[in-house]
């Protein structure tokens, strides 16, 4: 099984608030700013050195990532991390009896497809597993 730390999910209410202080003066690079419609989220990548900080800023009253916020406030969501093959590692997980919270692997941001593992099975961390480049990328 093997999965790599690819980025750091931070739910905030404005990206455009926040990259003052992660681009401006934090002086990250700043990728592609991209909608990801299935969640109602649009999303930016930021390189901080080998992994990524993806700021999450919800679309809708309705997206998750809204109901996040008001809960708990800005901050930290998930972990993401890179696997090779998302369907086996699906069905490998739940074999040893880890909790999904998708059993099918749904489409993320930048051409990858996503899984959340459920947040009881990792001590409260939500992780994310994507694999890439499966999804055509719209240009
Ligand atoms: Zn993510």
């Not at 692997?105 to 593992?117: E, N, T």
Request: hydrophobic share 45%.
């Amino acid at each position: 099984m093997s999965m790599k730390l690819e980025h750091i999910g931070v739910a905030v209410a404005s990206i455009e608030r926040h990259l003052k202080v992660w681009r401006d003066i934090f002086g990250f690079v700043v990728g592609k700013m991209t909608e990801v419609a299935g969640q109602k989220v649009k999303v930016v990548m930021l390189d901080v050195g080998g992994v990524h900080v993806e700021l999450i800023e919800p679309l809708s009253q309705d997206s998750t990532i809204q109901k996040f916020i008001e809960k708990r406030g800005e901050g930290l969501h998930h972990l993401s991390f890179e696997v090779d093959d998302l369907h086996k590692m699906i069905e490998e997980l739940k074999k040893r009896g880890v909790r999904m919270i998708d059993d099918v692997p749904r489409i993320g941001a930048h051409g990858s497809v996503i899984a959340f593992v459920h947040p009881s099975s990792t001590g409260g961390v939500l992780i994310e597993l994507s694999q890439e480049g499966v999804v055509e990328q719209e240009v």
